[in-house]
């Protein structure tokens, strides 16, 4: 048989994927206690994205592996209906055409939605198929199918019951473009130049003493001073230690507010005294809550100021800004302002400014829910790597507030009570994912599987890869749930992996000309190449990638090293496909080497070090194997190549299972594929 001089992924790739499908190699198989993964499930309105192919790429290294050591293997994929970041997407479709959600209305705007779904929604799983990823596409899962939904509401009705749901006004997240409450992963915080105005807040008359007639506070937003019920300074700054206790008149309000000492002012922020509105700052709402202050709702849901703002009220936010600043400088309490760049948080789907406001959410009470997962990782029942994010973990539910679990979206889960026209934030029903997708709770009775399903062969799961932007929103949802409805952990090992850069150190995005699209890389490299490449960066305790695609271009360069070196084996039909007894001093040392390398990447890999693993399996393929030990076996009437190449094949199955697959395809007529050969063992 003739084989090309280059390995070509584009010939093989497709043609590989179709037989593993075909062959439903897939579907875990044996007995024994399996090893189980859940994909966090993609956004439907996704596409691949360097982040996912490397996250992906880790799994898949994971499941290979187990898969070949004959365990029953088992990695359920699926993806999640994101309702703000799905609406989104839809309403952008609308406009193109001149259309509103509002101008269909909600029933017509949902059956778009489902459109938009079944021809969009499932593209990100093709890609993943295009990177490699061996899930069992049987299994396929989605966050508001039938019996998923089942779950989310068997859930809320669960802790409602409880006790532990409870509507009520709470400051919250508020996008006025999205007319929503959102969480802190839908924010991202932007450089923003703005102005810092020193506003003077008269003392009180009988508070008043010549040269402290006011106290002047610093503020970039002048609009919020209308909600303002405290000003506020360090208890350690001296130099307003004998005013704490008095009182000020509010500017334009007339007002009387106190002023307060607290440890969570930050002394050289202006002058060191700054003005306290509990309704529209979180760390305000903190402060408030500890001195007992009021909360006056001055800015509305829909952008405007409120009736509590006096004459301001119906005004939009910058027009109100701008008359205060005008009125305050006109009353000469205005004492200046200046340049000034913070960090402004936005809304990650429409990048309007978000707006902290009281707002009648619903709510679930974290306090009893946070200790049993707090107890689960202190007690080593759940382990972190890098175990450093442990403690990340541990200190956000050992603060963890309760949780708003209402948006004001029409896409998603619906709050199961009569009358209510809000949706459940998306992390509420993802944070059921490992069992829900297993079959709870229709599998789940009198505290236990049922007998043979699906949740009792592979619940717990035994290993979650994610990344550590997502450990409280998500990591810590789903141990708490579990731990609530099962009263078993979700998984034993969390892997937090790497995040990827550009290559100056930037976080990617294509809008801003600083993203790799991975689909791009495997169209142009192979995905073979797209995943060696990018696990060559990593590190078990990398925590971040400067991401080069001249790596990808040296794996592509090594995929077909490693094709060519098939070609010289396959040309020379007396190798021997076993280690022959009368060995050379080149066949001893090249066994031993291969030997010790079987028991280094068997390690390795089961302690994440894949990016270890991806290094020591170039070096030693293609310096002590290639270009040593091929060279000199050259001179030999009888080698154990093919022995050392099939182990070597194996070794590298995991990492590029593309080529190794079409190499063993092509030279080993065996019942077992590749994907599903033993794991090499070590002989010593």
């Given at each position: ?215 002047v506070v610093a503020t970039t937003r002048p609009e919020t001073m209308l909600g303002d019920t405290a000003v506020a300074v360090n ?248 731990l609530e409805f099962l009263k078993t952990i979700p998984f034993k090992n969390v892997y937090i992996n790497a995040t990827v850069l ?183």
């Open positions: 048989m003739e084989i090309p001089k280059a390995y070509d992924p584009k010939q093989v790739e497709n043609k590989i994927y179709n037989l593993w499908e075909k062959g439903k190699f897939f579907a875990p198989r044996g007995k024994g206690k399996p090893f189980v993964i859940t994909i966090p499930p993609p956004n439907i309105t996704g596409s691949l994205h360097m982040g996912h192919a490397l996250n992906n790429t880790i799994q898949d290294v994971m499941i290979r592996y187990y898969r070949m050591k004959q365990v029953p293997s088992l990695w359920i994929p699926g993806t999640d209906h994101a309702g703000i970041a799905t609406q989104n997407k839809v309403e952008k479709e609308l406009k193109k055409q001149g259309l509103s959600r509002y101008a269909l209305g909600k029933e017509k705007f949902i059956e778009r939605v489902w459109q938009w779904k079944e021809k969009y929604g499932n593209e990100i799983l093709n890609q993943l198929k295009k990177l490699g990823c061996s899930c069992d596409w049987s299994r396929l899962r989605f966050t508001l199918d039938k019996e998923y939904s089942k779950a989310v509401e068997t859930a809320f009705l669960h802790y409602y019951k409880k006790g532990w749901i409870y509507q009520g006004p709470r400051i919250v997240n508020w996008c006025q473009r999205c007319t929503t409450a959102i969480s802190d992963i839908e924010i991202k915080h932007v450089p923003h130049k703005t102005k810092l105005w020193y506003i003077k807040y008269p003392l009180a008359p009988r508070q008043a003493r010549g040269d402290h007639d006011f106290i208890p350690k700054d001296a130099r307003y230690k004998n005013l704490v206790g008095e009182k000020v008149i509010l500017p334009l309000i007339e007002r009387e507010i106190p002023i307060i000492a607290d440890r969570l002012i930050d002394i050289e922020f202006g002058t060191g005294a700054v003005k306290v509105t509990p309704a529209h700052n979180t760390t305000d709402n903190k402060i408030g809550k500890t001195h007992k202050l009021e909360s006056i709702n001055v800015i509305g849901e829909d952008g405007r100021i409120t009736k509590n703002g006096g004459k301001y009220a119906d005004l939009k936010i910058l027009e109100a800004r701008n008359k205060i600043i005008e009125d305050l400088r006109t009353q000469n309490l205005l004492e200046k302002e200046e340049d000034y760049e913070h960090s402004l948080a936005i809304c990650d789907r429409c990048e309007t400014p978000i707006e902290p406001l009281i707002s009648k959410q619903w709510f679930l009470k974290m306090d009893k829910l946070a200790k049993p997962a707090i107890d689960a990782v202190k007690k080593g029942k759940i382990e972190f790597t890098p175990a450093r994010y442990k403690k990340i973990y541990l200190d956000w539910l050992d603060k963890a507030e309760d949780w708003c679990i209402s948006r004001q979206l029409w896409w998603g889960h619906k709050i199961p009570l009569a009358g209510e026209n809000d949706v459940l934030d998306t992390w509420f029903s993802s944070a059921l994912w490992p069992f829900a997708i297993l079959g709870w709770p229709l599998d789940y009775a009198k505290g236990k599987p049922r007998k043979n399903s699906d949740l009792e062969k592979f619940y717990p799961t035994s290993l979650l890869i994610t990344a550590q932007d997502i450990i409280y929103l998500w990591v810590a949802r789903m141990i708490f749930s579990s550009n290559i100056e150190g930037k976080r990617m995005s294509k809008s801003l000309g600083t993203g790799l699209d991975p689909n791009e890389l495997i169209e142009k490299y192979g995905a073979d190449a797209t995943r060696f490449g990018l696990l060559y960066q990593t590190g078990r305790e990398q925590q971040a990638i400067k991401f080069s695609e001249d790596t990808i271009k040296a794996s592509r360069n090594f995929c077909n090293k490693i094709w060519n070196i098939n070609r010289f084996i396959h040309m020379k039909p007396s190798a021997s496909a076993e280690a022959s007894a009368d060995l050379t001093p080149d066949d001893k040392r090249i066994l031993k080497r291969l030997d010790e390398t079987i028991k280094s990447i068997t390690r390795k890999i089961e302690n994440y070090e894949l990016g270890e693993s991806a290094r020591e399996l170039y070096e030693f393929v293609w310096h002590e194997y290639a270009d040593k030990y091929i060279e000199t076996s050259k001179k030999q009437e009888k080698n154990v190549n093919v022995y050392v190449f099939r182990t070597i094949l194996r070794l590298l199955h995991p990492f590029i299972p593309f080529v190794t697959e079409s190499i063993w395809q092509m030279n080993y007529k065996e019942k077992k594929p590749l994907i599903i050969s033993e794991w090499p063992t070590s002989k010593k």
